[in-house]
């Protein structure tokens, strides 16, 4: 079996009131909740990009507060996905990658790109949308995850067109979203939403363990045996993937310490 690719573990967004003395120590300024919070996960999925444009030098400064080999994902702008045709969506993408988004450099994780629940799977428009999705900018390479939520996509034909273009189907683990568990791309991202008020960890050890090991089975380029069966056939060739597994929605005041304990897991 091949050596297993990085496994990177964290939240979405940085700031968020209730974690103020229960994640973040008591008396941390706001301005050091990103240092502190790279401290403890290893990646985080900026939520701010899919309402707006955020600014160059706030991409270079987050870049600049988080430790070397820490990776920031970022979910594509509302604007581009909340459409009724994806295909026109070349000047919209193209408005964000030059937004100032590759301030991040080596830290620039992969763009998780959400639809709404009502959009349904049509195919051609569909892979219109992703030929439109660039492969590199600036030198930096650009991967690209998407984050469906009808039923209609929940087809042997949108894997084949996801792996055909090498973008990965958001797992959205613990959802009442529809679960794909096929891998489609070098690399896997799953967001996970379940955790609970009533669990000191969000999850319970039996769960977190379970999601511990599917982040291993990935990072080895295997098929976690729990998850739902493939709707495609997987690949012959088994690679490490680098994996990139966000604590999201759910209770989510536990989710920085559902995270921390799935990252002691692995």
Do not use: C
Not at 33 to 60: D, M, R, V
Not at 155 to 173: C, E, K, M, Q, S
Not at 197 to 203: F, N, V
């Amino acid at each position: 079996m091949p050596h297993p690719a990085p496994i990177r573990i964290g939240v979405g967004g940085w700031t968020f009131e209730p974690w103020r003395g229960v994640f973040y120590p008591e008396g941390l300024t706001q301005k050091r909740e990103l240092e502190y919070a790279g401290s403890k996960l290893t990646a985080i999925e900026i939520n701010g990009t899919y309402y707006g444009s955020q600014k160059p030098e706030s991409f270079a400064r987050w870049r600049a507060e988080t430790p070397e080999d820490f990776v920031f994902a970022l979910k594509g702008p509302r604007f581009t996905t909340n459409r009724r045709v994806l295909s026109d969506a070349g000047e919209s993408i193209e408005r964000f990658f030059t937004s100032g988004v590759t301030e991040l450099k080596e830290k620039l994780g992969p763009v998780n790109w959400q639809f709404m629940p009502t959009k349904k799977f049509d195919p051609d428009d569909f892979e219109g949308f992703l030929k439109l999705l660039p492969k590199r900018v600036d030198g930096h390479d650009i991967r690209h995850a998407v984050e469906v939520r009808h039923e209609s996509f929940k087809t042997p034909d949108f894997v084949a067109l996801a792996r055909d273009y090498g973008v990965a189907i958001v797992h959205a683990g613990d959802s009442d979203f529809p679960v794909i568990a096929d891998v489609t791309a070098p690399f896997v991202y799953a967001r996970i939403m379940g955790t609970r008020e009533d669990e000191a960890l969000g999850y319970s050890p039996e769960t977190l363990d379970g999601w511990a090991g599917a982040a291993k089975a990935w990072a080895k380029g295997g098929t976690p045996p729990a998850l739902q069966p493939a709707l495609l056939t997987p690949p012959a060739d088994v690679a490490p993937r680098e994996v990139f597994l966000f604590v999201i929605s759910g209770f989510k005041p536990r989710n920085p310490a559902a995270a921390m304990a799935l990252i002691a897991r692995v």
